[in-house]
């Protein structure tokens, strides 16, 4: 598990901020010091951490433009047991704002995470529905992306725009950003498409896919409207368990990589193919060779999203 993780996906309604909000509580549980940053100015990890979107003073605008440190601007949020960085319509401002700067708009918010990167041991990063300003900034400051995807038939077609996204931020800002994983929510196992779309993501993405599934579950859709984690409204429910059980995956993942790297520091034997070449092994087996080269103007240059990437931004919580 790296220390600054975005959840990102262009598209709207796929469990960013679902995701955003219960895995810093399952990790908070886990008594990992947890910063949520809400990136997206709908404000919505904000709320759903019962946070007041209207009453923030300082959040994630301020730190971005300067205008506060981080960490005065941080909010405790119990009884979860983690910081939060809120956010509201102001946002959108902050992102027009930092169009307008010629230099180092997009390394804000790394700039403001420094001083306080160390006090945590993850910051997770809920990003707008968009590949814009704001997101790049996230992934600017991210040392791995968590993309959250509902298994249905357009998402393969979004996933190699933000693949070429990713490829774009190392190339120019951020090289050793990773893919932390691609996260499948909203699963509906009796789908025939959803699982024909799960088994091509395994296919090429491999263990880059976490094997934990998160299922549609209608108490991590109430959740928020008790500005609660969905761990403090139904801790027995299957959305509950299943952050958990992330979580899990996340933090045995990581003791496996120390393991392996001790074990590659003891050993003369362990280093044929010279040293070790670091974490950004096949960043997106199948999507990699896409990613290089095409819409190259996404990155740096504006703030409209990509074409044909509707923000979908709806809500519904289609529960049967
Ligand atoms: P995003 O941040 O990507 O726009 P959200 O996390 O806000 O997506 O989720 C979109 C909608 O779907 C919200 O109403 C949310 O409550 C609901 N939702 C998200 N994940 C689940 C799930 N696993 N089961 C049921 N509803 C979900
Ligand atoms: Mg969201």
Do not use: W
């Not at 984690?229 to 003791?255: N, Q």
């Amino acid at each position: 598990m790296k220390r600054v993780i975005a959840i990102a996906n262009q598209k709207g309604g796929v469990g960013k901020t679902t995701t955003a909000v219960n895995l810093a509580a399952s990790l908070a549980a886990t008594k990992r010091r947890t910063l949520l940053i809400d990136l997206d100015p709908q404000g919505n990890a904000t709320m759903g951490c019962g946070v007041d979107k209207a009453q923030i003073a300082r959040g994630s605008c301020e730190a971005l433009l300067g205008e506060s440190d981080v960490a005065s601007a941080l909010v405790t949020v119990e009884p979860a047991g983690l910081s939060l960085l809120a956010a509201n319509q102001d946002l959108t401002a902050a992102e027009v704002r930092l169009l307008t700067m010629i230099a180092g708009r997009e390394i804000k918010l790394r700039a403001a995470l420094k001083p306080v990167r160390d006090n945590f041991d993850v910051i997770l990063i809920d990003c707008p529905p968009a590949l814009n300003m704001l997101t790049v900034n996230a992934l600017v400051a991210a040392d791995s992306v968590l993309i959250p995807m509902q298994c249905e038939y357009y998402a393969l077609e979004g996933l190699s725009a933000l693949l070429a996204t990713i490829e774009q931020i190392r190339a120019a800002a951020n090289p050793p950003l990773e893919l932390e994983g691609i996260l499948r929510t909203m699963f509906d196992p009796r789908n025939n498409l959803a699982n024909e779309v799960s088994a091509q993501l395994i296919q090429h993405f491999g263990d880059k896919v976490f094997r934990t599934i998160i299922p549609r579950n209608i108490r991590l859709a109430e959740a928020p409207s008790f500005g609660r984690p969905v761990l403090f409204h139904d801790k027995e429910s299957r959305g509950a368990l299943a952050y958990l059980a992330l979580a899990g995956e996340m933090i045995r993942r990581e003791d496996e990589e120390r393991e392996t790297a001790a074990r590659g520091a003891e050993g003369p034997a362990s280093a044929p193919a010279s040293s070790e070449s670091g974490p950004t092994q096949s960043v997106n087996g199948g999507g990699a060779e896409a990613a290089a080269g095409n819409g190259a103007e996404a990155v740096t240059t504006t703030a409209d999203g990509m074409p044909g990437f509707a923000m979908i931004g709806d809500h519904d919580a289609k529960e049967a």
